[in-house]
């Protein structure tokens, strides 16, 4: 082989290994861009998840705040939503005073049977679950007609059986025999254990909790929550409550239990839900708050967030 000849090979194996070389650069520089792109927009999701975060705990302040206003200026707390831009975030607020809701230790079996009703549960699957309902929070072992006690859960393979007791939360309503997700969606919005009064404050009460009321109907229940808005808003007194057949409570506006519902926006998809549960200390206006309970789980009770059904 002729000098000439070999310089030419050597000549072509170096272009071919520096060309090599240059893919295999460009592949490392590929990989390293891809990898800076993703951490830079992880970066960027985590910065916007925590200011979500924040904007929605403010949205918890807002609403405590406007609990302690001179009695003009208060929130009509019956759920409505507040809405404020705050810097690149949208926070929705709803407040939601507990006296307005049906106590779920001291609901009667009529109610709450009627409750099922407005929420739109057939009666064959609400009437089992109502007695069941009524079985956990008693004191006995009584089994009632289409009740459930211990050996019911038990065949039906939970660990536990009928509580025997007051609810607690009204979270706890999803460990009742029969209770599923759907159906406890429909109804919590409608129950506390907070309000300890056998009966409902109208002026702040919840669509379904009026509904539920005996003597009442959709248009009835729809005009005056109307009208007690737009009164409220208007600065006058509150309008006349319907001919309601229920146990009613004076209307009022300042409670003592109140649930605060909270969401936040930030950019294009970055969002945030809290949930508090706070009571007042006393019925002074700068009276403080004690925080009761606090979650961060979405919840669709947002007025026009509900799920529809």
């Known amino acids: 082989m002729s000098l000439k000849n070999c310089s030419s090979n050597r000549f072509g194996f170096a272009l071919i290994a520096v ?89 009667t079996p009529e109610h709450l049977a009627k409750l099922f009703e407005v929420a739109e549960i057939d009666e064959d699957i609400a009437t089992p679950i109502v007695d069941a309902i009524l079985d956990w929070r008693d004191e006995d072992d009584l089994k009632r007609l289409n009740g459930a006690e211990d050996e019911d859960y038990l065949d039906a393979g939970y660990e536990y059986g009928a509580k025997d007791a007051i609810f607690e939360t009204v979270e706890e309503l999803q460990k009742v025999l029969g209770m599923e997700e759907w159906i406890y969606d429909r109804i919590s919005p409608a129950l506390t254990v907070h309000s300890l009064k056998n009966g409902i404050n109208p002026l702040v009460a919840p669509r379904l909790v009026l509904l539920s009321l005996e003597g009442s109907d959709e248009d009835m229940v729809d005009q005056y929550i109307s009208d007690r808005r737009l009164n409220h808003e208007d600065g006058l007194p509150p309008p006349e409550t319907p001919p309601f057949q229920g146990k009613l409570i004076s209307p009022t506006l300042q409670g003592v239990y109140y649930t605060i519902h909270t969401e936040a926006v930030v950019g294009q998809g970055a969002k945030a839900f809290k949930q508090v549960i706070v009571r007042r200390r006393s019925a002074a206006a700068n009276a403080r708050f004690d925080l009761i309970r606090s979650s961060e789980k979405k919840e669709p009770l947002l007025e026009g967030l509900e799920p529809d059904y």
């Open 19 to 107: 060309l090599w070389l240059l893919v295999l650069l460009s592949l490392i520089a590929l990989h390293i861009s891809t990898v800076t792109r993703s951490e830079a927009q992880l970066a960027r999701n985590m910065t916007l998840g925590t200011q979500a975060r924040y904007a929605a705990e403010s949205g918890v302040r807002w609403a405590i705040w406007s609990l302690t206003l001179p009695r003009e200026e208060l929130w009509l707390a019956d759920g409505s939503v507040h809405s404020m831009d705050l810097d690149e975030a949208l926070v929705k607020v709803s407040l939601q005073d507990e006296n307005g809701k049906i106590d779920l230790n001291l609901i």
